[in-house]
């Protein structure tokens, strides 16, 4: 267990699945229910949140360093390629969405990005589309910008210049002028 407890060092960045990327800022013990529990603080800035996770817990949780450079090239890649819109009701579409963006995976986000993604041309997006295309890209959004040490805009305007860049070549054929 003493390898295990420093996993993440106090100033990572780490990634929890629920919540996206947030920043180990303190080591706590803390004596919960007459146990000593070793406690991870994590912060999430966007959010305002301060979570404390267990250093026993981490691993059923899920949480995780970030992503490694091929792992996010991979999911840039996953951008640039062809949207898949299952033809299932949205109720179910939406909770895979939600599932695949909760997973804290980085290519299932970009999967979630790239399908809900719509260029300025193309047609209005319903309120819980835009909802959860928005969820997704800001979380892969703040990876990428921990990644790269630059900021959550930055970092997003970089994923729509390439949904802009590749998305038109797939609607292109759909399109009725």
């Excluded at 895979?96 to 979630?112: F, R, T």
């Amino acid at each position: 267990m003493a390898a295990k407890a420093n996993a993440f060092d106090v100033g990572d960045y780490v990634v929890y699945p629920k919540h996206g990327v947030g920043r180990v800022i303190e080591l706590q013990n803390q004596e919960i229910a007459g146990m000593q529990l070793e406690l991870y603080v994590l912060r999430f800035e966007k959010e305002r949140m301060t979570l404390r996770v267990p250093v026993n817990k981490v691993e059923a949780i899920g949480m995780r360093k970030l992503s490694s450079d091929k792992t996010l090239r991979e999911a840039l890649d996953t951008l640039k390629g062809k949207p898949k819109v299952k033809r299932t009701m949205w109720s179910r579409r939406a909770q895979e969405y939600e599932a695949k963006i909760n997973s804290g995976d980085l290519v299932s986000i970009a999967e979630v990005t790239r399908d809900l993604f719509r260029a300025d041309d193309q047609p209005e997006q319903s309120y819980s589309e835009r909802q959860i295309f928005e969820a997704a890209s800001s979380r892969l959004a703040r990876e990428l910008a921990a990644m790269e040490k630059t900021d959550e805009p930055a970092a997003l305007r970089k994923i729509l210049e390439i949904l802009n860049e590749h998305a038109p070549k797939y609607y292109e054929n759909t399109e009725t002028a």
